[in-house]
């Protein structure tokens, strides 16, 4: 039996999918929720007990805490996976199943280098002073900027430069914002040849407490109809040599379609591809690294994915509820802002999806308790 270490913020989807494989799965992550059964060996950063807050993660996280709690498995494994959060230059190369090196696409500015003259792309600025950024949009009063961390996910930072109230520190990027749909593609590579196997809507929420006017991710829609995703993400995924599963987000507007962020490993759709295609995911993302393309699904359900975060700092119930994923500890106490579980369902008609989802999201509020 092979020996997986998954990395990330959280693993408990690709780890799931790693068990039904066989994998003897090691985990390390920055999460820990109830409903994660499948691994062989687990360590987590955040421990949750009742009564107890479970603090801020962008306060307590940093990716060298991921490596640290992983050094004493990477002479036990096989091979490794790194998700969201994780750098896989922190870990041997030649054990890394996906990209070996990531921190040239991840770093916003430098992608968009390499984007530019070959796709659409939102103007770009790199800058060190919030003046400088506040000049560009004056000298360009017909187009509206947003403000973005350099490196980052998840739409935390990213906002409207007259709606910025964060802390800057270093460089970051001031960016063209695109009005549209937000879209994204999730392809497979071998590094030659390319797939697009799964489209999707992304939901952005601009009212998450403690990050308000920020677009923050809180989930998707798939599958998206919108064929000419389907080809963007490839040329993109094609032209920056990628390998596995990677995802490609864009804004389709009234003026084409423009490229935002790569993500150079698996995504946040994970899920929602394995429930849509009815695929083992991780199967696919190995067999891609390993040159091997699989058949492109024909069956594509609805799926619709949802962040659920803290409207109040709350403590919460016992939430192992249907369609209810990444469950914390039943007392534990969730600041305002911050995630709370994972809302999954799929099904043949997007209608029946959207209501299963409404009807989960209020069960989940119904059993979040105000506390001081």
């Known amino acids: 039996m092979e020996r997986l270490l998954i990395v990330g913020v959280n693993t408990r989807p690709v780890a799931e ?3 039904k494989l066989g994998f003897e ?10 409903d994660f059964y499948s691994y ?25 805490y991921l490596k640290i709690l992983a050094e004493d498995f990477l002479d036990e494994v096989d091979k490794i996976i790194v ?7 922190d870990f041997p190369s030649q054990k890394i199943l996906g990209n070996k090196k990531t921190r ?12 530019r003259g070959k796709f659409k792309v939102p103007e770009t600025y790199k800058l060190d002073d919030i003046k400088e950024a506040c000049e560009i949009q004056e000298q360009e009063p017909g187009k509206r900027f947003l403000i973005k961390p350099l490196i980052g996910s998840g739409g935390f930072g990213v906002s409207p430069i007259s709606d910025y109230r964060g802390k800057l520190e270093g460089p970051f990027i001031l960016q063209e914002f695109i009005e549209g749909l937000h879209l994204s593609a999730s392809v497979l590579s071998t590094g030659k040849d390319v797939m697009t196997i799964l489209t999707s809507r992304q939901l952005i929420d601009t009212n998450i407490r403690g990050w308000e006017d920020n677009l923050i991710y809180s989930g998707n829609i798939v599958p998206a109809p919108y064929p000419e995703i389907k080809k963007v993400g490839e040329d993109v995924i094609r032209g920056l040599s990628l390998l596995g599963s990677n995802g490609v987000d864009m804004v389709l507007s009234s003026n084409g379609l423009y490229v935002i962020e790569v993500n150079p490993r698996i995504q ?9 295609l009815g695929i083992n995911m991780l199967s696919a993302h190995i067999k891609a690294c390993e040159g091997e393309l699989v058949k492109e699904p024909s069956r594509k359900k609805y799926t619709v994915k949802r962040i659920v975060y803290a409207p109040y ?3 919460v119930g016992d939430l192992n509820l249907p369609r209810v994923y990444d469950i914390p500890c039943s007392g534990s106490i969730i600041e305002a802002g911050e995630p709370v579980v994972t809302l999954l369902d799929s099904h043949e008609n997007l209608n029946t999806v959207l209501g299963n989802i409404k009807g989960s999201f209020e069960d989940v509020m ?5 506390v001081d």
């Open 17 to 19: 999918a790693a068990y």
């Open 25 to 34: 799965v090691y985990s390390v992550s920055y999460y820990c929720p109830r």
């Open 40 to 64: 062989h060996e687990r360590r987590c950063i955040l421990e949750q007990k009742p009564l107890k807050s479970s603090g801020r993660f962008h306060e307590e996280f940093k990716p060298s």
């Open 83 to 89: 998700l969201s959060g994780g750098s896989p230059e």
């Open 104 to 115: 040239k696409i991840e770093d916003k500015y430098s992608l968009y280098k390499r984007l």
């Open 268 to 276: 946040g759709t994970f899920e929602c591809a394995q429930l849509s």
């Open 313 to 315: 700092r709350c403590q």
């Open 366 to 370: 119904g059993r979040l308790k105000i």
